[in-house]
């Protein structure tokens, strides 16, 4: 319930009054400044995510060089800061040599993560031009299942070096005179996990990790290095994975990354929609558990350096999960983990957003899994691509989200949950608020960006602002995604079943009462003075 007694008294809202909620804004309160690449995305060798996705010679939509030009102008348009590549698990059995050099001579393998055929006709150099086509960063990850140190360090010598050099020269002969300078760079994908090529355990992989991040730093002292995080929090050696990795190798890496995929399944939510719209509060929790690892290890170490986090594999799947929806069939790109996406999911993601920018303080880089297709909020055909609903929260913190993360003071009513622990034993009560509110500001350009989730499946609820040191002065946009039916989804013959309403915004002022839909996410974007 709402605490009564509160400094919300003191600004004169009635309290009990069922439907409310409070958020008090300051400008001195500030939880970070916004690494827009917390918004990042995956693209994976898997499925339709790069062939037909983003790459498809010969179709009347793609460009001289093969790029789908609707899926750039998408990804353009919004602004994706950074996107990972080439995988996921299709990464610990790729050999990055496959995918360079003249395209007439690289060879069809069978790719074994996914049993599909890898033609290589996409691969590191097309994705570097399609990175600078759309104006995003590569983030590109690294064999760590079958591939060696060797390998990976030569990669990053291929990417980064000048001239003069074995790789740097191959580079040059392929028709790259000028270094990619790939500033990030991920050390393995789910090295902790049976299904992954190469699995290893966690000594060991932070001692290889250790070994070949020491070589790249010689290479090139400015990379970035993502250690390989545990693969989720159901791992049995969840936490303790990263916790003895970071001991092998803490010295050596920037970051360490998380992963976790959320459903409405049974198992999880036993299908109430009112659990499930909470699961951002569980990344919440996995982010914090993580840090506190790192931390943990750089009290042991006595380290003057603190790890940042790169939740680089997050999304709603949970239906494209057995059967042929992960087996390739060994055919070139199949389809695979293709979700169909609803207003439910929409609203959940738009929780997700909201906790990763809460979080910006730790949390420097966050990937949706994955952009187009494969667990994706665009999907292509023939003719076009469509948004589905979960593109629109997504595509509006990317607009509107800049400058700082605000620290909000923030009560709301609350409802309860019965929550699922490791083994899903549904004995843990929690109170979950019925609105989350993130909210950043852009003093220098003079714009605030504020984020909504009314999680009350039934009833509008209100939101009371309290500006301080802050003056909106006009509303600039106020968008909603909700509606009666929440398993609504898009389709091309229905783009907007589920789509963005205009929502009447309050009046701009140092007091402003959003009246929030039921079961909906809202953006607005004021201009402000301070």
């Given at each position: 319930m709402l605490a009564t007694g509160s400094w919300l008294d003191a600004i004169g809202y009635a309290q009990g009054v069922r439907g409310s909620a409070r958020a008090l804004i300051q400008q001195p309160r500030v939880r970070a400044d916004v690494d827009r690449r917390v918004l990042g995305a995956f693209l994976e060798h898997l499925?339709?995510?790069?062939?037909?996705?983003?790459?498809?010679?010969?179709?009347?939509?793609?460009?001289?060089?093969?790029?789908?030009?609707?899926?750039?102008?998408?990804?353009?348009?919004?602004g994706v800061p950074i996107v990972r590549y080439p995988g996921g698990n299709f990464v610990s059995g790729y050999n990055w040599l496959d995918g360079v050099g003249p395209k007439q001579q690289r060879p069809t393998v069978l790719e074994r993560a996914w049993n599909s055929i890898e033609t290589n006709q996409f691969g590191t150099n097309e994705f570097?031009?399609?990175?600078?086509?759309?104006?995003?960063?590569?983030?590109?990850?690294?064999?760590?299942?079958?591939?060696?140190?060797?390998?990976?360090?030569?990669?990053?010598e291929y990417c980064n070096y000048e001239r003069g050099t074995k790789w740097s020269d191959l580079r040059r002969s392929h028709g790259f005179e000028k270094p990619h300078n790939v500033r990030y760079w991920c050390l393995g994908n789910e090295m902790d996990g049976p299904w992954q090529i190469g699995q290893m355990q966690a000594r060991e992989y932070g001692r290889k990790a250790r070994d070949a991040a020491r070589q790249m730093r010689v290479i090139d002292g400015t990379v970035q290095l993502i250690a390989c995080g545990s693969?989720?929090?159901n791992m049995p050696q969840y936490l303790i994975w990263d916790r003895e990795v970071l001991e092998e190798c803490y010295d050596q890496v920037d970051g360490i990354s998380l992963h976790a995929y959320y459903?409405?399944?049974p198992a999880l939510t036993r299908n109430s929609t009112a659990r499930y719209l909470a699961m951002n509060l569980d990344m919440d929790r996995q982010i914090r558990e993580i840090a506190a690892v790192c931390d943990y290890v750089q009290g042991l170490r006595r380290s003057s350096k603190r790890l940042w986090l790169s939740f680089d594999e997050w999304n709603v799947w949970y239906r494209a999960r057995s059967g042929d929806a992960v087996d390739g069939r060994r055919q070139v790109a199949p389809k695979l983990l293709e979700e169909v996406y609803n207003l439910e999911d929409a609203l959940l993601v738009g929780g997700f957003v909201n906790t990763l920018l809460r979080n910006a303080d730790r949390v420097r880089i966050g990937c949706i899994a994955q952009l187009v297709n494969v667990i994706a909020p665009l999907v292509t055909n023939d003719t076009g691509v469509l948004r589905q609903s979960t593109w629109f929260p997504y595509a509006w913190a990317l607009r509107y989200a800049r400058g700082r993360v605000l620290d909000l003071r923030v009560e709301s009513d609350t409802y309860p949950i019965t929550a699922a622990g490791l083994q899903a034993d549904f004995a843990r009560n929690d109170q979950v608020p019925f609105v989350d509110v993130v909210a950043t500001l852009d003093a220098q350009a003079g714009q605030a960006c504020v984020l909504m989730l009314n999680r009350d499946l039934d009833g509008e609820r209100e939101l009371a602002l309290e500006w301080r040191d802050i003056t909106p002065t006009r509303v600039l946009a106020c968008e909603t995604l909700t509606g009666p039916d929440l398993k609504a989804f898009n389709t091309f013959e229905e783009p907007r079943r589920v789509a963005p309403q205009r929502l009447e915004p309050p009046a701009a002022g140092a007091r402003m009462t959003f009246k929030l839909p039921a079961r909906s996410y809202t953006v607005a974007q004021l201009a402000t003075t301070t």
């Open positions: 499925g339709r995510a790069v062939y037909t996705g983003i790459y498809q010679p010969g179709s009347p939509l793609a460009d001289s060089s093969g790029f789908r030009s609707d899926v750039v102008r998408e990804v353009k348009e919004v570097i031009d399609w990175c600078r086509m759309v104006g995003t960063e590569p983030l590109l990850g690294m064999n760590f299942g079958t591939g060696s140190a060797e390998m990976a360090v030569a990669y990053v693969s989720g929090t459903g409405n399944t």
